[in-house]
């Protein structure tokens, strides 16, 4: 038995999937299950059918989320085959020619049918922004939104993973597009149908606004995924950079290579290159001693725009996992950099050209964090 699959119409065209199906099952493919993009069909031969759609709310449904028996003994009683539901849709199907009768007289009764799919629509618009609501009333809570920290750690994820965020803000618009227009397109048929107008079952025009869109948003958002997949490298930290952050050796400690004591990490560099920077993250650990060991944390940025440089370096400060604001930070000269900040110890942020460096390391003094910046500084001269 030959098996296929093909995309439907969504939801909404109710008109559109009726054709759909009748179009397939002249080709000899009859319908067998419809999901939530694809319906799938089997071969048979060519065959003129009338399919419908009847659109029932969920709780109309029996407890397995089907039509009652007695409702489809009903249809088939008419000469109607149930087929398969899915959501709101329920398909249907008679043999072109045959004595089956539409299941409504009058386009005002089946207006009342579309209450509850417009109903769904305005539910589905309106839940992206209940849930971004709850997402900052969350964080608000908890005090992630003081000092516009929550600000700032979504625009360092942005530039760190430019091409994924972007991706999930194109499914956002492509879901909420679809919604508006499912919605618009539900009103609109609604509004027909109770000025008397019946359902077009052969509708001839097709929906090529929704679906150029959502092709072009699809190839976006598919870019976007390989951008970031191809872009993105884990290795461990070798005795050389391959990159323009420092090493402890070029702080003058000497030791051999370790884990972190607390979680076992290794020495490694995680680098990513996104839309908006190219971006080094590094850990270190050395055994200097037996009982001593020296570690150190770094981000590098490589900014792709002069202009956002400002505004991440602010960033950085805000999200440092010691300082946690601008105001611990102290803006000093160094020469050979472009600017450079420190805390009152461990934390220290160096700007050279396009180059960002966010330090993190053991350290008693600000004095010790200077040493770290000059080190910076001569290793770009």
């Known amino acids: 038995m030959k098996i296929r699959y093909g995309i439907h119409p969504k939801e909404f065209a109710i008109g559109e999937t009726e054709k759909y199906y009748s179009d397939m099952a002249a080709k000899g493919w009859q319908l067998v299950k419809r999901g939530v993009t694809f319906s799938k069909f089997e071969k048979t031969e060519p065959k003129q059918m009338r399919y419908r759609v009847e659109v029932v709310a969920p709780k109309m449904l029996d407890g397995n989320g089907e039509l009652p028996a007695e409702q489809v003994a009903i249809y088939g009683d008419c000469g109607w085959e149930y087929v398969d539901s899915k959501g709101f849709l329920h398909v249907f199907r008679a043999p072109e020619g045959s004595d089956a009768p539409e299941f409504y007289l009058e386009p005002e009764q089946q207006a009342a049918t579309l209450k509850s799919l417009r109903g769904k629509y305005i539910g589905s618009l309106l839940s992206p922004f209940l849930y971004i609501a709850v997402i900052m009333a969350l964080s608000l809570m908890v005090g992630n939104f003081s000092g516009s920290k929550w600000a700032a750690e979504l625009y360092i994820s942005w530039v760190e993973n430019s091409a994924g965020i972007s991706a999930l803000g194109i499914a956002f618009v492509w879901i909420l597009f679809s919604d508006i227009w499912g919605l618009f397109y539900v009103s609109r048929l609604y509004h027909q149908m109770k000025k008397g107008i019946p ?38 930290m070798q005795n050389h950079a391959h990159g323009p952050y420092i090493l402890l050796s070029d702080l003058g400690y000497e030791g051999e290579r370790t884990t972190n004591i607390f979680n076992h990490e290794e020495s490694e560099v995680h680098f990513n290159n996104s839309i908006a920077a190219q971006h080094w993250s590094c850990q270190e650990f050395l055994m200097l001693s037996e009982s001593d060991d020296m570690w150190m944390y770094q981000d590098v940025y490589l900014m792709k725009n002069s202009a956002m440089i400002d505004r991440m370096v602010e960033a950085l400060m805000i999200t440092s996992t010691f300082s946690r604001s601008v105001e611990h930070f102290t803006e000093i000269d160094v020469p050979g950099l472009d600017k450079a900040y420190v805390n009152s110890r461990l934390e220290c942020i160096a700007v050279k050209g396009n180059l960002i460096w966010m330090i993190t390391l053991p350290s008693d003094t600000q004095t010790e964090l200077i040493d770290v910046l000059t080190v910076i500084a001569q290793k770009q001269n």
Request: net charge neutral.
């Open 199 to 236: 359902l077009n079952h052969e509708p001839k025009s097709k929906d090529w606004i929704r679906m150029t869109l959502s092709t072009v948003l699809l190839i976006a958002t598919i870019g976007c995924i390989i951008h970031d997949f191809t872009g993105d490298h884990h290795y461990k």
